[in-house]
Structure formats: structure tokens, C-alpha cells
């Protein structure tokens, strides 16, 4: 049934196609770069199709290839998963998720406890790389989790929350706020999709415009640092509720003025199609769904 199958070129054909580069999957898969490229053309001889566009600049999938890839990459996640079940002794299975710096500190890892409660098995590692992981060629990440204005078409996406932005300060900054002297911290942030999330957009909305000729900005680059500003009364952050609701819930944070609040993207776990069926996974996303439910 499976006698032609091309098991090692196809093999070969994913690490060059997920490191995007023969050299690259040569060294991984401990043979020379002629080797790899003698497979791939072995492979695109068989199917009868070309696999990868070559240049001078290098080699890139074609839009046959890039199919193949994602079908052959969720196929072999899948051998190796089952294949786990059979190692005797194996470690504890460790769940590789990447997020934000901010989304890391301010939500997830101050819940990670009730994750291991009822997993005890599985171990997680948090990426916090700001660029974005490229799921379908860093097999090394299990899980993302992003603030998104439309799902991937490419990748499995798991709704979680809906992201409001409101104004919030220290709480003894909001008993004495002076509207005539007040500090505002400026968080510099891409927010994804047509979302205008910034202090004009709400000072609008709010109707104090005036604001913003008179206030002392203080400006910051990442979420946990400008929340930490707005804990030591530094001034009123524009900020997610998702990222402020431990701070809320310890009183560290209160709101000012709750009934203006701006619309922001939502975030959702996403993996390669196929990985949410791996046990770490499947119980990550599980307890994830649980967790979202109460930001």
C-alpha cells in the first residue's frame, strides 16, 4: 500500500522546505547539499511538478510546493507524535508556546499555575521574542498566541478575547487626578487591523481633546513597562483589559472614566493544522479556553 511512497525525499523535502534553504537542511539532516538537492529532484521528477523556484538568491517554494509542505509537515508532527507514546522513560513532554513580552508577564504566567494543577505531565516553555514566529517553518514552537484582526488561513486558530481599550491609574492618582495637570502614558504599539487605539482616539471620545495640548507625555515601547509606570502612579494608561485584569484584581490598577473604551483586535491561539491534536497541545489549548473565559 505504501511501498512507493518517497519517504526519505519527502523527509528532505520538508526540512529544506521549512528552513528555506538546501544548506541549511543539509546540516540538519546530516548529509551534503548535493544530496538534498539530488532528492528534490527525485521528488519533483516523481510527482511531476516543480517543487521550489531556484535563483540566484536562493530557492523559495512554489505555490504546489508550499501545498506539499504543509500537508508533509503536519504529516510527519503527527509520526512523531505518535511515536512518543513508545519511548519508555521519556521526560516530561515540554509545550514550546510563543507570545508577547507584555501578553507573557501580565497574563499568561501569573496563570500558568492552574495549567500545571491540572497537567502535571506537561512542561511549558515561553518564547517571548517580539518578531513574529513563522509557525509553519519553526517547528521548534508549538503554540502562538497573537492579537489578530483576522485569522490565518494557513494555521489552526483558537478564538480567546476580545480586546477593549480603556484608561486606567494607580488608584490614589485617580483620587487626586488634577484634569488640568494630568500625565498620560504613551504606549507606542502596531496594533493589527484598521484599529485607531491611541490618546486622541479616546481623549475624542471622551471629550477632554484638550488634553492633549496641556498633558505631560510619558512615552514607552512595551506593555509591562508602561503598566509598571501606571502601578507607580506615573500617570493614566491607555491599556487592554486583557493585560490589566491581574492588576485590577489586586488592586494595583482602577479605572478612569470606564465608560469610554476603544475596540482592538482579539487574540487567538494558533498552530500549524494538525498540532492541536498533539496531547501538550490539546491540553494547552483546553485549559486556555477555560482561562479566556476570565481575563
Known sequence: ???????????????????????????????????????????????????????????????????????????????????????????????????????????LIPRLGSFYRRFAQFNVRV???????????????????????????????????????????????IASLNVDQVELINLNLTIPGAFSVNWQSWCTAADCQAWLETAQMREFDDEHFALGAAIAGHGLVLASNVLVAESLRRGELVPYRPEISLAGPRYVAACVPGKERHAPVTAFLSWLADAARHP
Open 127 to 173: 518564547d517571548t521574542r517580539n518578531e513574529l514566529v513563522d509557525l509553519l517553518r519553526d517547528s521548534s514552537v508549538d503554540l502562538a498566541i497573537r492579537a489578530v484582526s483576522r485569522d490565518d488561513p494557513k494555521l489552526f486558530c483558537q478564538a480567546l478575547m476580545d480586546e477593549r481599550f480603556s484608561a486606567y491609574g494607580a488608584p490614589e492618582l
Open 1 to 107: 500500500m505504501f511501498s512507493t511512497l518517497p519517504l526519505n525525499a519527502l523527509r528532505t523535502f520538508e526540512a529544506a522546505a521549512r528552513l528555506g534553504s538546501f544548506k541549511a537542511a543539509a546540516e540538519e539532516l546530516a548529509v551534503t547539499p548535493a544530496a538534498i538537492s539530488h532528492q528534490i529532484r527525485t521528488l519533483e521528477t516523481h510527482l511531476g511538478t516543480r517543487l521550489f523556484n531556484r535563483s540566484g538568491q536562493g530557492v523559495a517554494l512554489s505555490a504546489e510546493g508550499e501545498s506539499l509542505y504543509r500537508q508533509t509537515h503536519r504529516a510527519l508532527l503527527d509520526i512523531r507524535s505518535s511515536l512518543e507514546a513508545f519511548y519508555p522513560g521519556t521526560a516530561q513532554a515540554t509545550l514550546t508556546i510563543t507570545t508577547t513580552p507584555g501578553l507573557a508577564a501580565a497574563w
